[in-house]
């Protein structure tokens, strides 16, 4: 029978928050190339003429012959005049290169009179000069110590950046909007109007780029409007020139202007942030551009949030792009993304998809094959009152009698027993003459088995039909039920012959679903075989289908299956697919309310073990056999008379050779489940010590004290009790029962201690690691991680008043310092413009995040040995996103996502702040490059 439907409702909403985001709403999205502030300027320092010239000196003698390491200048927010003159001559009249003559040019800025000033002319000349690519805004903005307003806007109209790119305009506008224009007095912001009324007009795009903006921070709405209405129709359709353009027309003042300028100059969607802005300006009327920008992407990150800038509108308007995305979309994730926006609203759809169906074209036909289908899912009583008001073409397009009824096949299923009911209605409905491919030979796979009953031919082929219509969003009725009532094994078995099938006709792209079958049907046995080819896939060019392997294991969806998936995103070689599970593990999480640490605690499956170690129970028939697992959760088989087997022993005469296969195959998994939940949990273990996570008491007893297979890997370390300081107050280990013991063996408690983690033997005095250490060798309990044998590492008395570690003196391999750093959890620092800059790590515990910057980028997809340079090791406040600082500041600082703030840091906490674990962990990372 046909799927009974809720009832579907007619909604106009936008399932997005956008308040606040009327106006110019690119402007906190976007901002992703300097700070963000506002206020006083800070105070200037005194001019040190002498400092200043020390460290020129010195980064003049870091820098090669023929590249001065500009990036490593630390300019001042604020200078006295005399100091602003001195950084305009550095950046100005610099040799670019020669060590020599810089150090000359050096030489004589120690005696330059830096008291007289240079004219604007001078000024204009100066900037003009400086390479294109330089960072100069810094130093433009020192100026503002010592111009006037209408001279400072004329040195930064006339600056080469203004049609250098839109990188260095938005640098440039931002410092303005940012720290300039609000500092100004009432007379001083009077000026700067004035300034830029009577100059916007006389400026051609680009140059009045850099105007347009400063009329935005203005308020100078008439000017901008003047501006924008100058340009000729189609002017940004090229996506080059529209570069850095959408602040100024996503700014104008009300929202019809908006769209009449934003249509007629044909300005794209360039970004996500964009579609956001151009939602939030024009709500259903503007939804077509956005399509337009799904479409154009085709694929990527980029592609999927613009779909689900569409899917966040739940009105008819969007339903009729939705199909347009799902028929027209490069990938099958997008295609999917769409799909499941038009499933969550069927009555939208109805109502926006009937105007389309008259029409010609791929559309049209997809319209009408989606109504005709919702007929058939049970939403007919609601079709029928939206073509009361329909034209009579519709209507006879649409009516029950015109829809296409499925093809009931009439051959009589035969068995030696009728099939149950359900399923017998089951394989009725979802009959079909779907072809099935050449090489699926249904005739030649593995039995189903339904309640004891081994399915025929013609059932087994309607099976695999069901599978072809299935996605992993919507299973076909027959597929969903026989996931709730078939025999678990057997489909087991059934969908990986067939995706192993398919992986031997070369994958055809077309029959991906046999690799979606695992997900509905595959179960723990899948889960097992397909993560390591998950793991391996993105290196042998599939990338893809490493992506669908992960969303099959989200749609398993079981413990063992989400372990997996965790431990993905822990650790993989494929970055890229490694984010993809970091953020599926976070949606799972956040879903139910948990971090992903603590998700990770949740869904560790037991297998069947008790807290005494006993497992599953394999039954032979006349014979049965008991599984243990040791402490090291290594398993071993006993039979009835509690004899120890090396494995699970062959059928003999008398054994059920069904019974016999069924506990081998069942063997085979569970040996496999087993060695992964101990390499997953004993590396979470391990970071968990290294950053410092701490454990509630309750959470504590509940998922690692009573947990039956994560408790033998926690009785071989070392636990302590921290107080609200995170200061550790007391030391024990757990015993095989689950007591808390100390180092006399004496009863330990947790009443009254508020956090429980693993020290690190830092932590520890050294007459307390060598009583624990002896503790846990007379037990003979070996750690499944280096804990109290762990080597560690400080500074020296030198050292340690810095802000910085010592880099390696030395260049070191560019692929052996990223897998040795990857392989210990740091993550990438990506450069904007592609390529790994730098790599981060987090301390949970002492609340800071280290982070590496690299001299050269280390460009992704061009695995490349080469030396690279390690240019700065630091430590920032807080536990960071890794966020890529511009190409201008890479090397003098580094930038932080701090929940929704970015923040620039720099130098780095002093060195002394920094817990001696955290600096112990991370030299020990970075030892033996």
């Keep these: ?169 938005l640098s440039l506008y931002r410092w303005l909007r940012n720290r300039y224009l609000p500092n100004l007095s009432a007379t001083e912001r009077e000026l700067a109007c004035a300034w830029v009324q009577e100059n916007l007009p006389r400026t051609d795009w680009p140059a009045s780029q850099l105007m347009a903006y400063c009329a935005m921070s203005l308020n100078l709405n008439e000017s901008l409007l003047q501006c924008v209405q100058a340009l000729p129709d189609g002017f940004f359709e090229s996506s080059e020139r529209a570069l850095g353009a959408h602040p100024i027309l996503f700014s104008l003042a009300t929202p019809e202007d908006v769209e009449r300028e934003v249509r007629r100059l044909r300005l794209p969607l360039l970004c996500p942030e964009h579609g956001i802005a151009w939602l939030a300006w024009t709500e259903y009327r503007g939804l077509d551009l956005i399509r337009d920008a799904v479409i154009r992407e085709g694929k990527g990150y980029y592609a999927e949030k613009f779909t689900e800038t569409l899917a966040a509108v739940r009105a008819p308007e969007a339903t009729p792009y939705l199909l347009d995305i799902k028929l027209n979309s490069k990938t099958q994730a997008i295609a999917r993304k769409a799909q499941s926006a038009l499933d969550a609203q069927p009555g939208n759809a109805i109502v926006g998809l009937l105007p389309l169906v008259t029409q010609k074209g791929k559309l049209a036909e997809a319209a009408l094959q989606f109504l005709r289908d919702a007929r058939l899912r049970g939403l007919g009583e609601f079709l029928d009152q939206q073509l009361q008001s329909a034209s009579p073409a519709v209507v006879a397009l649409l009516s029950a009698s015109a829809t296409n009824a499925p093809v009931w096949s009439q051959a009589p299923i035969r068995d030696s027993e009728p099939l149950p009911e359900w399923l017998a209605e089951a394989l009725k409905e979802a009959a079909s003459r779907k072809q099935i491919p050449e090489w699926v030979l249904p005739a030649t796979l593995p039995s189903v088995q339904v309640e004891g009953k081994v399915l025929p031919g013609a059932a087994v082929e309607t099976i695999v039909r069901a599978l072809m ?49 695992l997900g509905h049907l595959g179960g723990d046995m899948a889960v097992a075989q397909l993560t390591p080819l998950i793991r391996v896939w993105p290196g042998e060019s599939q990338h893809q289908r490493a992506v669908v392997g992960l969303d099959v294991l989200r749609t398993i969806g079981t413990d063992a299956a989400l372990q997996a998936l965790n431990g993905l995103a822990q650790k993989l070689k494929f970055k890229a ?56 959760l290594d398993c071993q088989v006993r039979n009835e008379s509690g004899r120890a087997l090396k494995d699970l022993p062959a059928a003999a005469a008398g054994d059920d050779s069904a019974r016999v296969s069924a506990a081998q195959a069942e063997w085979k998994l569970l040996k496999k489940q087993l060695r992964e939940i101990k390499k997953i949990q004993g590396e979470r273990l391990e970071q968990a010590m290294v950053v410092g996570r701490r454990w509630s008491p309750e959470d504590f007893m509940t998922f690692l004290v009573r947990h039956p297979l994560v408790a033998r890997l926690a009785q071989r370390l070392l636990w302590a009790g921290y107080n609200s300081a995170g200061k550790p107050v007391c030391f024990f280990r757990l015993t095989g029962e689950g007591s808390l013991v100390d180092a006399e063996g004496h009863p330990a408690t947790l009443e009254g201690i508020p956090r429980v983690g693993l020290p690190h033997p830092l932590q520890l005095s050294a007459e307390e690691k060598k009583t624990w250490t002896q503790v846990f060798a007379s037990n003979k309990l070996e750690s499944p991680f280096p804990q109290l044998t762990r080597e560690t590492y400080t500074l020296t008395p030198t050292e340690v008043k810095g802000s910085s570690l010592s880099p390696p003196s030395a260049n070191v391999p560019g692929m052996g310092l990223r897998t040795r750093l990857e392989g210990n959890e740091w993550r990438r620092i990506l450069h904007d413009q592609g390529g790994i800059v730098g790599f981060n790590k987090p301390f949970v515990a002492a609340d800071v995040t280290a982070v590496v910057l690299l001299h050269d980028c280390l460009v992704l997809g061009y695995p490349s040995n080469d030396a690279v340079g390690i240019a700065r090791i630091l430590f920032v406040p807080g536990v960071n996103e890794p966020y890529n600082s511009d190409s201008g500041n890479l090397y003098k600082c580094t930038y932080v996502r701090q929940g929704d703030k970015i923040v620039e840091v720099d130098p780095g906490l002093p060195l002394a702040q920094i817990d001696p674990v955290v600096l112990s962990e991370v030299l020990r990372d970075l030892s033996n490059l």
């Design 1 to 169: 029978m046909p799927r009974r439907a809720t009832t579907p409702q007619i909604t106009r909403s936008i399932t997005m928050d956008l308040a606040g985001k009327r106006g110019p709403v690119w402007d906190q999205p976007l901002e992703i190339y300097g700070q963000t502030q506002s206020g006083p300027w800070p105070p200037a320092q005194p001019f040190q003429r002498n400092r200043l010239l020390k460290h020129l000196r010195k980064v003049n003698e870091e820098s090669d012959p023929h590249f001065f390491y500009w990036f490593n200048l630390i300019v001042p927010e604020a200078a006295t005049p005399e100091e602003a003159r001195f950084w305009f001559q550095v950046y100005a009249h610099m040799p670019r290169a020669g060590k020599g003559d810089r150090a000359a040019f050096i030489d004589r800025l120690s005696e330059m009179d830096l008291s007289e000033k240079p004219s604007l002319d001078e000024m204009i000349a100066g900037f003009r000069k400086v390479e294109e690519g330089l960072f100069t805004v810094p130093v433009l903005s020192l100026q503002a110590s010592w111009l006037s307003p209408g001279e400072m806007l004329q040195l930064v109209h006339a600056h080469g950046y203004v049609t250098a790119g839109w990188i260095h305009l």
């Design 469 to 517: 219509a299935s996605t992993l969003e919507a299973p076909t009725p027959l597929v969903r039920l026989l996931a709730e009532k078939g025999d678990r094994a057997t489909l087991a078995n059934f969908v990986w012959a067939l995706f192993e099938r398919w992986l031997d006709a070369t994958a055809p792209s077309k029959d991906r679903w046999a690799l979606l079958a």
């Design 577 to 632: 697919l490694q984010a993809r599970a970091v953020a599926m593990m976070d949606a799972i999480a956040a879903g139910r309310g948990l971090s992903r640490e603590q998700l990770g605690d949740r869904i560790v499956p037991d297998l069947g073990f008790t807290q005494n170690g006993e497992g599953p129970t394999f039954d032979y028939g006349p014979r049965k056999f008991t599984v243990v697992v040791s402490g090291e």
